[in-house]
């Protein structure tokens, strides 16, 4: 079974920043993933969708990588913002495209 | 609005009394799932279903129950609630198999289980 590990589990920086979230996952048989934003108390908000035959996804100041040989996707926020604080959740779907894959999680705080 | 919209958004309950946390979608989507999230563990698949009368078990379905009798419902049911089934729950839905959409989320329904 998939296993997708998120790192670090909780990041601080100051605003303006470019930054990084990483997430690796075991199989690399996967069918596509995505990333999501959920903010304290909320659901969950889809951010950036990359097919697995897709290297990469842009949307505003969102840059989704995926590297299905290394086992890692990448989410580069650029100049960061205070309201871009929330968790950051990588979610994998499996080969049958019927099952998902969850990461548990990069906490996201960024300072004014 | 597309939505999805989940009811209640909190409930707090004793062991053993049944209860329903209702789904409703409004874009026509095929594919629906439950998850529940808990600390340290993440998002884990409580059922999903493929299309309307067609259900499938995700990674924890014990003590769970759904049903798709129409498109846009896909209620969660808890015949006999216990205090480990107290979550955050989450409903899901995409166009087809998640795999090639989008999945929207609905906002949440908090569970308590005393």
């Known amino acids: 079974k998939q296993e997708v590990t998120q790192i670090p589990a909780a990041l601080s920086v100051p605003e303006g920043e470019n930054l990084v979230l990483n997430c690796s996952f075991t199989?690399?048989?996967?069918?596509?993933l995505q990333w999501f934003r959920q903010d304290p108390g909320k659901g969950l908000t889809s951010l950036l969708l990359?097919?697995?035959?897709?290297r990469e996804q842009t949307s505003g100041r969102l840059n989704a990588s995926l590297d299905k040989s290394s086992g890692r996707s990448t989410l580069y926020i650029a100049a960061s913002q205070p309201g871009d604080s929330a968790t950051y959740l990588c979610?994998?779907?499996?080969?049958?495209?019927?099952?998902?894959?969850f990461g548990s999680g990069t906490q996201l705080t960024v300072l004014p | 609005e597309a939505q999805v919209t989940q009811n209640p958004r909190y409930l707090i309950t004793v062991t053993g009394k049944k209860l329903t946390v209702t789904c409703s979608q409004n874009?026509?989507?095929?594919?629906m799932s439950w998850y529940r999230q808990d600390p340290g563990l993440g998002l884990r698949q409580i059922y999903y279903?493929?299309?309307?009368?067609?259900?499938d078990k995700g990674d924890v379905p014990e003590g769970y129950k759904v049903s798709r009798k129409e498109k846009r419902n896909f209620p969660l049911i808890l015949e006999s609630p216990s205090p480990n089934q107290t979550s955050l729950y989450f409903c899901?839905?995409?166009?087809?198999?998640?795999?090639?959409?989008?999945?929207?989320f609905g906002p949440g329904t908090r569970l308590t289980v005393l």
């Open positions: 199989d690399s048989a996967i069918y596509n």
């Open positions: 990359i097919q697995s035959s897709q």
């Open positions: 874009m026509n989507h095929e594919y």
């Open positions: 979610v994998f779907f499996d080969g049958s495209a019927r099952q998902l894959t």
């Open positions: 279903s493929m299309n309307v009368e067609v259900t």
């Open positions: 899901a839905s995409s166009p087809t198999r998640p795999g090639h959409n989008e999945q929207f």
